[in-house]
């Protein structure tokens, strides 16, 4: 294998093309993951009601609901029927989650995101095993856990536990036991399991997962005959399974990335220095040559990025 795998992931990305560049997507996802924390405290905070609520359900400029779907889903469990402009609100943001992808939610808006990205780069930085990974279905498990118990009770019932409205709840009452939840998550991904909460349990993510599955933004391993195998891409995709269909398929196989669990987070396209990714459309038949073969001289330095 080449000498560039022997530098940190994503610094040939960095020589290639300045680090802006090379981290341009993550820079976007926590500027709109700030922004829509920060529309959010703009009422308790200042004052200023243009959003009222949380990421659970709002009214914007008192005229445009918006409702998380999966709230609404838990509610029909419940044997609640929501009011007309809840359910306007749950469509209106179903419709764009299902366009644009269902994950998309977790890598660009939730707050928890940056949260887990911490305790991930904690995590390497201590050169920590992976530790316990559930097994994939896991999350669907969970997701129909949560159903059940909100049919059962006539509940919400992750409301009660959910650490994005937990965290949402101690930034406007201040520190108290709803931050023991987000600190939960936290140490739960540092010690116990490598990316566990998001990418193994969290039924909101589960949820938009499924909700995404035709969604029509995608990201493409176009160049994929130019990949030079340095692992970077997998060293920081959050859901790393997702890649190896499309970076690794044959001729006529597809270079999309067509898995709901993908998280559209572009960090695959910020660190690769051959440009092999970028975003586009489901539909999107642009060739994919397979990629060529290239002789490495030491194999086992690479997989250590993606392990």
Same mark, same amino acid.
């Given at each position: 294998?080449?000498?560039?795998?022997?530098?940190? @992931?994503?610094?040939?990305?960095?020589?290639?093309?300045?680090?802006?560049?090379?981290?341009?997507?993550? +820079? +976007?996802?926590?500027?709109?993951?700030?922004?829509? +924390?920060?529309?959010?405290?703009?009422?308790?905070?200042?004052? &200023?009601?243009?959003?009222?609520?949380?990421?659970?359900?709002?009214?914007?400029?008192?005229? +445009?609901?918006?409702?998380?779907?999966?709230?609404?889903?838990? !509610?029909?469990?419940?044997? /609640?029927?929501?009011?007309?402009?809840?359910?306007?609100?749950?469509? =209106?943001?179903? *419709?764009?989650? #299902?366009? &644009?992808?269902?994950?998309?939610?977790?890598?660009? @808006?939730?707050?928890?995101?940056?949260?887990?990205?911490? #305790? /991930?780069? =904690?995590?390497?930085?201590?050169? $920590?095993?992976?530790?316990?990974?559930?097994? /994939?279905?896991?999350?669907?498990? &969970?997701?129909?856990?949560? *159903?059940?118990?909100?049919?059962?009770?006539?509940?919400?019932?992750?409301?009660?536990?959910?650490?994005?409205?937990?965290?949402?709840?101690?930034?406007?009452?201040? $520190?108290?036991?709803?931050?023991?939840?987000?600190?939960?998550?936290?140490?739960?991904?540092?010690? *116990?399991?490598?990316?566990?909460? %998001?990418?193994?349990? %969290?039924?909101?993510?589960?949820?938009?997962?499924?909700?995404?599955?035709?969604?029509? @933004?995608?990201?493409?391993? @176009?160049?994929? !005959?130019? %990949?030079?195998?340095? $692992?970077?891409?997998?060293?920081?995709?959050?859901? $790393? /399974?997702?890649?190896?269909? #499309?970076?690794?398929?044959?001729?006529?196989?597809?270079?999309? &990335?067509?898995?709901?669990? %993908?998280?559209?987070?572009?960090?695959?396209?910020?660190?690769?220095?051959?440009?092999?990714?970028?975003?586009?459309?489901?539909?999107?038949?642009?060739?994919?040559?397979?990629?060529?073969?290239?002789?490495?001289?030491?194999?086992?330095?690479?997989?250590?990025?993606?392990?």
């Amino acid at each position: 294998m080449s000498n560039k795998t022997k530098l940190p @992931v994503g610094q040939e990305a960095i020589e290639e093309f300045g680090w802006m560049y090379a981290h341009r997507f993550l +820079l +976007l996802r926590r500027a709109t993951q700030f922004f829509f +924390l920060a529309i959010f405290l703009l009422g308790p905070w200042f004052g &200023i009601w243009w959003f009222k609520g949380n990421l659970s359900g709002s009214m914007t400029f008192n005229f +445009l609901p918006l409702n998380d779907p999966f709230i609404t889903v838990q !509610s029909f469990a419940a044997l /609640h029927w929501p009011e007309t402009t809840a359910l306007i609100g749950a469509v =209106i943001v179903g *419709v764009i989650y #299902a366009l &644009i992808g269902g994950r998309v939610y977790c890598s660009w @808006v939730c707050p928890i995101n940056p949260v887990t990205d911490g #305790a /991930h780069w =904690i995590h390497e930085k201590l050169g $920590m095993q992976k530790g316990w990974q559930p097994k /994939h279905n896991t999350r669907y498990w &969970i997701l129909a856990m949560v *159903v059940a118990v909100s049919a059962a009770t006539g509940t919400i019932a992750w409301e009660f536990v959910n650490p994005i409205s937990m965290l949402h709840r101690g930034l406007i009452f201040g $520190m108290g036991f709803a931050w023991a939840f987000v600190v939960a998550v936290f140490l739960f991904d540092i010690f *116990v399991s490598r990316r566990g909460w %998001c990418g193994h349990l %969290c039924p909101v993510g589960t949820f938009y997962g499924l909700l995404g599955t035709k969604s029509v @933004v995608r990201i493409s391993a @176009v160049k994929r !005959s130019e %990949c030079d195998d340095c $692992m970077d891409c997998f060293a920081v995709c959050p859901e $790393m /399974h997702v890649i190896s269909p #499309a970076l690794r398929g044959k001729d006529e196989d597809t270079a999309l &990335i067509l898995s709901p669990d %993908c998280t559209n987070c572009g960090r695959c396209i910020d660190v690769c220095a051959m440009d092999v990714f970028k975003f586009t459309h489901r539909f999107d038949d642009t060739p994919a040559p397979g990629r060529v073969q290239r002789t490495r001289t030491q194999p086992a330095t690479g997989a250590s990025k993606a392990a």
